[in-house]
């Protein structure tokens, strides 16, 4: 494995759109949600870790979720974890993550991934993430991202669109944030349009120097603790500080911004896994297309349908279609699919009428 080459794990949502099973205290990133015996978070750093050194992982954080990815993931060290006091976005904890990295290996190559993200072809994903990691190696002023190929108009996904030409990497010309159905549909048509994974490789000098021109008051406040980075002063330094950070995605001020974007199309299927409806379509399905994690079902003319319970149960439906049907402890979710979306509005309403225990 290359010495240079580091990871960065996103694992700090909450996961709303996968309520009642993603919870503020227990959130999806840490748990079996294709039961494949795996958390997301498990899988994510297992398939980064077959070309990455496990002792070049890092994981981001909420700070209340340290146990979690401890106890999940026991081999990792208090230096790889990154802990955020507070809910900044991303432009903050990957700024101190990077600035880590860079004080334990100036020359390293960085790749930021989200821990939720559905792979299933690791050669592929091995072999794109090596191909950008070798560019940035080349160029040491590029930032780079990486697309997904879009096979339908989706308005959930923000979308990247780049200069044609003869290469596989091609220049940014565009990020567009989640677009209406009409608009997608224009992009698709185009041809140079891809979905945005959130999946970022960059050298961490490359991505520093960005940092100190497009966000130069974040970067002046982060550099200041360039001395407790992967010490034991580091908490302390981070609790005090990481709350004047501006709340701000990596995206808006970085990468929108900067002079030097590229993309690569993934080679990889890929989903973000961020709905009920994006794990049913990745899952096995029985004749009548209805997908069971856990549950034993039972049916008499209904399809469609995706069914979760927390542990073994039989699951009786009669005349169900296109349907959510989740059982997990005090709660019961009985939704349509085409409503997907507004789960997460359900859970807040749950919260306000019946209480903190359902968040």
């Avoid at 949502?13 to 494949?36: C, E, I, N, Y």
């Avoid at 409503?339 to 807040?348: A, G, M, P, S, W």
């Amino acid at each position: 494995m290359n010495k240079d080459y580091y990871a960065v794990i996103m694992a700090g949502g909450v996961g709303s759109r996968f309520w009642p099973v993603s919870r503020q205290a227990f959130p999806k990133q840490f748990h079996d949600m294709l039961g494949t015996g795996e958390s997301l978070l498990q899988t994510t750093f297992n398939r980064i870790n077959t070309f990455i050194p496990s002792k070049n992982t890092l994981v981001l954080t909420n700070g209340d979720y340290q146990d979690l990815v401890k106890a999940q993931l026991p081999a990792l060290t208090n230096t790889q974890l990154v802990l955020e006091p507070s809910m900044n976005n991303t432009a903050p904890c990957i700024l101190l993550s990077a600035m880590k990295i860079a004080k334990e290996n100036p020359n390293a190559l960085m790749l930021v991934a989200p821990s939720d993200h559905w792979i299933e072809n690791l050669e592929g994903f091995t072999a794109d993430i090596t191909k950008a990691f070798e560019e940035c190696k080349q160029d040491k002023s590029l930032l780079m991202t990486l697309g997904i190929q879009p096979t339908f108009p989706n308005t959930g996904y923000g979308y990247i669109a780049y200069k044609k030409g003869e290469k596989a990497i091609n220049e940014v010309a565009q990020f567009t944030e989640k677009p209406d159905y009409k608009t997608a549909k224009d992009f698709l048509a185009q041809g140079n349009y891809l979905w945005n994974a959130g999946i970022f490789v960059w050298s961490v000098e490359a991505i520093l120097a960005a940092y100190q021109k497009y966000l130069p008051e974040m970067y002046a406040l982060f550099a200041a603790g360039e001395a407790f980075y992967n010490t034991a002063g580091e908490f302390d330094f981070i609790e005090k500080n990481y709350a004047k950070s501006e709340n701000i995605s990596v995206d808006y001020g970085i990468m929108e911004k900067a002079d030097k974007v590229a993309v690569l199309p993934a080679s990889f299927d890929w989903s973000d896994l961020g709905t009920w409806g994006s794990l049913y379509d990745k899952l096995e399905k029985d004749p009548n297309n209805n997908v069971s994690v856990r549950a034993k079902l039972q049916i008499d003319n209904s399809s469609n349908n995706i069914v979760r319970t927390a542990a073994e149960k039989l699951v009786i439906l009669k005349n169900v279609n296109n349907y959510i049907i989740v059982d997990e402890k005090e709660v019961l979710l009985i939704y349509p699919k085409e409503d997907e979306q507004d789960v997460k509005k359900e859970r807040l309403r749950a919260i306000k009428e019946q209480g903190d225990k359902y968040q």
